[in-house]
């Protein structure tokens, strides 16, 4: 297994050890010790599915606030995906930050996503299958979510912005200068 590290802070690019023949592959997506002895321990709770149909959808950018936040582990197991992240830790020397990764059923890489970071994606095939593992549950009284579309942040988005698919919940996130409940940076958020 490798992991990669990227610029902003806590953010790894997990890459398992495929093996592949004339019939197809194999990989451990996820093995605790493995993962532990990476230095990447977290208490994973839940698997989480999503599909999306057509190129272009695009789903995000969300998070949880401190008290329900979630680390992520994310892999697309059909199609590709553009995954994005944006640090929203107050105080984080990242702070209003973006990274974007290939996420795909043929290069196998894994997105660690820790706490206090906004996360979306977007489609550039059809019938993309996400999934990811989170270590805590979903609270709807801590969904938070910032617009895909931020100036400030200015995420460059490799599909054609006016013509993405999303949902209505998530045509209503405000800036992140808009959000009123950034996280704070404090030594039990990383």
Same mark, same amino acid.
């Given at each position: 297994m490798k992991v990669i590290e990227t610029k902003l802070q806590d953010v790894k690019i997990i890459e398992?050890?495929?093996?592949?023949?004339?019939?197809?592959?194999f990989t451990e997506s996820y093995t605790k010790e493995k993962f532990i002895e990476a230095g990447i321990d977290f208490d994973f709770i839940q698997d989480n599915h999503s599909l999306s149909m057509e190129p272009g959808v695009l789903r995000g950018m969300h998070f949880q606030t401190p008290e329900k936040a979630q680390t992520k582990l994310i892999r697309a197991t059909t199609g590709v995906i553009y995954d994005v992240i944006v640090d929203i830790r107050k105080g984080s020397p990242t702070y209003g930050e973006w990274e974007?990764? *290939? %996420? @795909? &059923?043929?290069?196998?890489?894994?997105?660690?996503?820790?706490?206090?970071?906004?996360?979306?994606?977007?489609?550039?095939?059809?019938?993309?299958?996400?999934?990811?593992?989170?270590?805590?549950?979903?609270?709807?009284?801590?969904d938070g979510g910032i617009a895909f579309n931020d100036p400030e942040i200015g995420i460059n988005w490799p599909v054609q912005i006016d013509k993405v *698919? %999303? @949902? &209505?919940?998530?045509?209503q996130h405000p800036t992140l200068a808009e959000f009123n409940n950034p996280f704070v940076w404090?030594?039990?958020i990383k």
């Open positions: 398992t050890d495929v093996y592949g023949d004339h019939r197809g592959f974007g990764y *290939i %996420l @795909s &059923e043929f290069n196998h890489r894994q997105l660690l996503v820790p706490k206090g970071f906004a996360h979306g994606f977007t489609t550039l095939t059809p019938n993309c299958n996400v999934q990811y593992k989170v270590d805590e549950v979903y609270s709807a009284e801590n *698919i %999303l @949902s &209505e919940k998530d045509k404090e030594a039990g």
